[in-house]
């Protein structure tokens, strides 16, 4: 039998508030929110949208049973306190807002064409394989071709991976720090390969558990076991190591993580090395064939604005089609609206018999 709403508001009800706090907060008196719950009365929608918010769950889920299938999941980097068992972001309110732009430029694109699903892997084998050798330079672009989105802004205090609807997309900082991003890549990937749901997730789940298999899947992805088992650590010259560093595509401090938590032991001078920041030791020891300057190449694309080219030509078009304002694709290309030419539906001309019946 499936449960009733007051059922499913009663099991959401956090452990050792008390229901009359919880009815303060939603506007109800105690009495009308313990008959609610019991099904003598009916939740108004007012009040099952504050309940929702108050008690951060899915509203279609409380009403239905069932998560809304148009929902915005979202996973991002916490904080967990376990004495309190309190989950937090910092920054999270002003995250908020910017996940929220996003959003409603995902949502207008839908009024012109269907959101394609995303093909996420299964397990890190098949992430592994779905991104094929050598993805690191090319991170982003491996994710797109499985139609999972990557979105980089300035003003976010962490990264985030998002369901809207059937499309998951990473949203990112702008760091101007290419070897991060790439963590930061694979521990969204690997939020949205385990299935973690981040800030929607139940109170009672430890969320440090989450964090912790993420940054293990990403460790993994980007530096295998195997891979780092295999190196002469005791013997490897600076060279050799900026070499590493710059193919692996990660700093010199997830390195020097990845060999503590496998117990692998380097030498007194090793180590040194990687104490240098990931900067300071790719310029003084690392050697690149070719003109320019690679490293500042790859710190300045990690510090570009960045929407999905097909989102930003799906905005073009609808604001052509007048079906959308210029507003959200200006954000989105990070200009002024005003300043923004693109194609829009011609203003439509009134006849004369209009303006004198308007004026009349």
Do not use: C
Not at 10 to 27: H, N, S
Not at 206 to 231: D, T
Not at 295 to 319: D, K, Q, Y
């Amino acid at each position: 039998m499936n449960p009733s709403i007051g059922e499913r508001v009663l099991g959401a009800l956090p452990v050792g508030t008390p229901q009359k706090e919880i009815a303060r907060q939603v506007g109800m008196t105690e009495d009308a929110f313990s008959r609610a719950l019991r099904g003598q009365r009916g939740f108004s929608a007012l009040e099952l949208a504050r309940l929702a918010e108050v008690l951060d769950q899915d509203i279609h889920l409380l009403i239905t049973g069932e998560p809304d299938p148009n929902r915005l999941v979202v996973s991002g980097r916490h904080n967990f306190d376990r004495e309190t068992w309190a989950r937090s972001i910092d920054g999270e309110q002003g995250d908020k807002a910017i996940l929220s732009d996003v959003l409603l430029a995902y949502r207008q694109s839908e009024t012109v064409r269907p959101l394609e699903p995303s093909r996420i892997p299964r397990d890190l084998p098949q992430a592994r394989e779905a991104l094929g050798p050598g993805f690191v330079p090319e991170f982003i672009d491996r994710l797109a071709a499985l139609e999972i989105d990557t979105v980089r802004l300035s003003g976010l205090s962490t990264a985030y991976s998002l369901h809207v609807g059937a499309r998951a997309v990473m949203v990112i900082p702008e760091t101007g720090n290419w070897f991060k991003e790439n963590f930061d890549l694979a521990h969204e990937l690997a939020h949205l390969v385990l299935g973690h749901e981040g800030v929607l997730a139940s109170i009672e789940r430890e969320v440090s558990r989450e964090e912790a298999a993420a940054n293990s899947f990403a460790a993994e992805l980007l530096l295998p076991e195997e891979e780092m088992r295999a190196q002469e650590w005791a013997t490897v010259s600076p060279q050799d190591l900026a070499a590493l560093i710059w193919s692996w595509g990660v700093s010199t401090h997830a390195v020097k993580v990845r060999l503590n938590s496998l117990r692998i032991r380097v030498s007194p001078h090793t180590q040194s090395l990687l104490d240098l920041t990931t900067q300071g030791l790719l310029r003084r020891y690392w050697k690149h064939d070719g003109l320019g300057d690679p490293i500042t190449e790859r710190m300045t694309l990690a510090s570009a604005r960045r929407f999905p080219a097909w989102l930003t030509e799906t905005h073009v078009e609808g604001v052509a089609q007048g079906r959308i304002q210029k507003g959200t694709l200006a954000w989105m290309l990070g200009v002024d609206p005003e300043t923004l030419e693109v194609e829009e539906p011609p203003a439509p001309t009134m006849s004369d018999s209009d303006l004198m019946s308007l004026l009349g």
